[in-house]
């Protein structure tokens, strides 16, 4: 046994009065409330949950209308433990056709689940479905989707959680694989299938060495044209994307803007990130764009274009490459996701939130 002062000075641990919290010794704890609902904004939004070519009843989610709850994040060196209770409700519109396949009746409503939580992630969460008018049409869709319309929503919410457990907005430190982990579990979740796929892995050549083959999958990258037409000055749509305190109206949400080139922002608490690289008042923001989701290092290109073809009247032109085709978890809907989450979570509540037409 050491003397007492003369131990190994590699096991002593020095207090530090920066107070700094070296690769994460100490658990750290993050509030993923904020990327919660971005993210939940993205995949369970323009959902159809049924096909109306097939029975000749159509449904399709319109918006995520709530999150509330709480999801947190805590890490202590590259292990993870993983705690939420969410709430959500999610718009729905639907319709009938008749035999000769014309609509002939509409309906809404909304997708109501109570308790979505660690607790029951390993069970199919309970779907409670509503409809604004209750009548016969409204009946017959309510419960077609009850019975046959969850799958895809279900599917949404499981990506999700794989999302969370595998840490969400949080990144691990730099050479380490996460371990999620829910309160009171102590197995390990897998690395992700985007994560493995870009390694650099060793295989038999030809002559039995061992060479280094670079898988490439995702690589491809995808484009975006969107058009969408407000009732504003482009100065009014120019300052959304600008103005910090307009677009933390808009994403209820935290957000920073730094207005010039090369500047840095930030929307939906770092769910989205990039940085200026031309901006034009009033006419033109071209930046690098990222959702947090994609493979470190990977940003798309983003022109927005802000035309006034009358007085009163801005046509916002989106023009948006280098989309990868999967996300750094293996989701290959990324384009899908992409254009939902700017017509959804930016440009519908841009209208809603100020006004520039519905």
Request: glycine share 12%.
């Amino acid at each position: 046994m050491a003397k007492f002062g003369e131990g190994d000075p590699r096991w002593i641990v020095e207090h530090r009065d920066d107070g700094r919290n070296i690769n994460n010794w100490h658990w750290t704890e993050t509030d993923c409330m904020g990327w919660a609902k971005a993210r939940l904004g993205e995949l369970c939004s323009g959902l159809v949950l049924l096909d109306a070519t097939e029975g000749g009843t159509g449904a399709t989610t319109t918006e995520v209308k709530s999150v509330k709850g709480e999801a947190f994040v805590n890490q202590r060196k590259g292990k993870m433990i993983v705690s939420y209770e969410l709430e959500m409700r999610i718009g729905w519109a639907g319709e009938v056709r008749d035999a000769e396949g014309g609509v002939a009746a509409k309906g809404k409503g909304t997708v109501h689940l109570p308790y979505l939580g660690v607790e029951n992630e390993d069970e199919t969460p309970e779907v409670r479905v509503e409809v604004e008018v209750d009548d016969k049409v409204g009946a017959a869709l309510k419960e077609a989707i009850r019975t046959k319309g969850k799958k895809n929503l279900l599917d949404a919410l499981s990506k999700f959680t794989k999302e969370l457990k595998a840490g969400g907005p949080v990144k691990p430190l730099s050479g380490e694989v996460p371990q999620a982990q829910g309160p009171t579990t102590e197995a390990p979740v897998e690395a992700s299938t985007a994560t493995v796929a870009a390694a650099s892995v060793a295989a038999p050549g030809n002559n039995g060495s061992m060479q280094k083959v670079k898988k490439t999958k995702g690589r491809s990258k995808g484009k975006l044209h969107m058009e969408e037409r407000f009732y504003g000055s482009p100065r009014d749509l120019y300052e959304c994307f600008t103005n910090p305190g307009k677009m933390q109206a808009f994403t209820q949400s935290a957000a920073k803007v730094d207005v010039r080139p090369d500047g840095e922002f930030s929307w939906f608490g770092g769910s989205v990130s990039g940085r200026f690289i031309e901006l034009e008042q009033d006419k033109k923001l071209s930046m690098k764009w990222r959702f947090n989701n994609w493979e470190e290092g990977c940003f798309s290109q983003v022109v927005l274009d802000f035309d006034s073809p009358a007085t009163g009247t801005t046509v916002v032109k989106l023009q948006q490459s280098g989309i990868p085709s999967e996300d750094r978890y293996g989701n290959e809907d990324v384009i899908r996701v992409t254009e939902n989450g700017w017509r959804t979570q930016i440009f519908h509540r841009i209208r809603g939130v100020f006004g520039y037409g519905i």
